[in-house]
């Protein structure tokens, strides 16, 4: 029997979604034979943690799932023992890394690693708070339908089995280390406002993302592809396809990992950066590893916090944040990109050192790329005026703190990556 840790990170109300992940939970457990360990790390406010506490009081009792709800108390108890049993220097440091007093998208999916490891689980399925699952004839479209049976195996008995499949013979000997989907409805991230603005100032903002040197028309490519996932289309029938996954493809809200992966390579822990957590999808698709690419894509909505006069330039500074982090993961991504299946070991295994040399390569690069890219915002946004101007405003007083901050990223998360096996070995035990 497979254990697989289901896993629910969130810091919002998301009472319906922590009992519709439990319904996908019992799915797993009836139609695929997996003991399914429920994981919601909790990040919200006293109130809205007590109404998910009651929640999950009344979920039905379920064989072979059961529900761990962990606040952030809870979190940091388990956080000290690992790192005080891994025996690591600063671990003041790995603490802030991995439970830090900001939002950070690959810490919280960093500590359902950990935890996940410690409930000996063979596999991790992400979900989102801020999603729901599509139905189909009257039933809820479940995507751990696919993340079972072959993850973590070689993807010959996939073929075997009769998944359909574009793999080259060659990786045929690797194993399955990665599943997922996308998912339709809203934008990824909340600038849809923009692009109803001023579509040609949603083309400037959006493009900053790529690589400065690319030509005008691969931008151009890129911004109408951009965190538009599947599209809005519906769910009608399974297509599932062996394959090296495009990191494009799929999106962290409907991701499953072997334990192979995420266990030898954590996810950047940087703070206030909107897709920092994706870097896991361009590592397994560079090093040649394969993956099952299916439909059944999840719903995806905005909730209303995130444009309120406080969450609105919380979240642009997150995406700000994102722009600026790109020259420093493409630098990344090229690097591996080359590197191929070098960065496998004999054991078709990520070979973490590789990786950590071009973290730390990137973080030499020269800011000048990304004081063209603030820039370009400040110029967007003053073009938009309202809120868009007045946050420029204070995107201008901050502009050296923010390069300093993806820059400083970067290293945290190269020195997270060099304690990541003795963290991993901690919370094993």
């Given at each position: 029997m497979n254990r697989i840790c289901l896993c629910l990170p969130t810091n919002r109300a998301c009472s319906a979604t922590i009992a519709a992940l439990h319904d996908e939970a019992a799915y797993a457990a009836r139609r695929l034979g997996a003991d399914v360990q429920l994981l919601i790390l909790d990040s919200s406010g006293d109130r809205t943690r007590?109404?998910?506490a009651r929640t999950v009081a009344a979920l039905p009792a379920t064989r072979h799932v059961t529900v761990h709800?962990?606040?952030e108390d809870a979190q940091r108890a388990f956080l000290r023992r690992a790192i005080g049993q891994a025996g690591l220097p600063e671990p003041d440091r790995l603490l802030h890394l991995m439970l830090p007093p900001a939002v950070s998208?690959?810490?919280c999916t960093n500590r359902a690693f950990l935890l996940a490891a410690a409930l000996g689980c063979d596999s991790l399925h992400r979900r989102d708070s801020d999603s729901t699952y599509q139905l189909h004839a009257g039933q809820p479209v479940f995507p751990v339908h696919h993340e079972l049976p072959w993850l973590g195996r070689p993807a010959a008995e996939a073929t075997a089995g009769g998944l359909r499949t574009d793999l080259d013979a060659a990786l045929l000997g690797r194993p399955v280390s990665l599943t997922g989907a996308?998912?339709?409805?809203?934008?990824?991230?909340?600038i849809g406002e923009i692009r109803r603005l001023d579509e040609g100032v949603y083309h400037?903002?959006?493009s900053l993302w790529a690589p400065a040197d690319w030509p005008e028309g691969r931008k151009r490519e890129l911004v109408e592809e951009s965190f538009t996932?599947?599209?809005t289309a519906p769910f009608t029938g399974d297509r599932a396809t062996l394959t090296v996954v495009d990191p494009m493809r799929v999106d962290m809200c409907n991701i499953a990992f072997d334990r192979a992966v995420y266990e030898r390579f954590p996810l950047p822990p940087a703070t206030d950066t909107i897709g920092s957590d994706y870097f896991l999808l361009h590592l397994v698709h560079d090093a040649g590893?394969?993956?099952i690419l299916h439909n059944r894509h999840i719903e995806n909505f905005h909730t209303p916090e995130r444009r309120t006069d406080t969450g609105f330039p919380a979240y642009q500074r997150r995406f700000v944040k994102f722009l600026l982090s790109m020259p420093y993961f493409h630098h990344v991504y090229d690097r591996m990109a080359t590197e191929g299946t070098g960065l496998l070991d004999e054991r078709h295994q990520v070979r973490a050192d590789r990786v950590v040399k071009l973290l730390r390569e990137s973080t030499g690069l020269d800011r000048t790329e990304n004081i063209w890219r603030l820039d370009r915002?400040?110029?967007?946004?003053r073009k938009l005026g309202g809120r868009y101007a007045r946050f420029a405003d204070r995107l201008a007083e901050e502009r050296d703190r923010l390069m300093d901050e993806a820059e400083s990223d970067m290293a945290d998360f190269a020195y997270l990556v060099t304690a990541w096996p003795a963290l991993v070995e901690a919370a094993r035990r």
């Open positions: 007590t109404e998910h709800h962990l606040d998208y690959g810490a996308s998912f339709i409805g809203e934008l990824s991230v909340d400037d903002v959006v996932g599947a599209g590893l394969p993956g915002v400040d110029t967007a946004y």
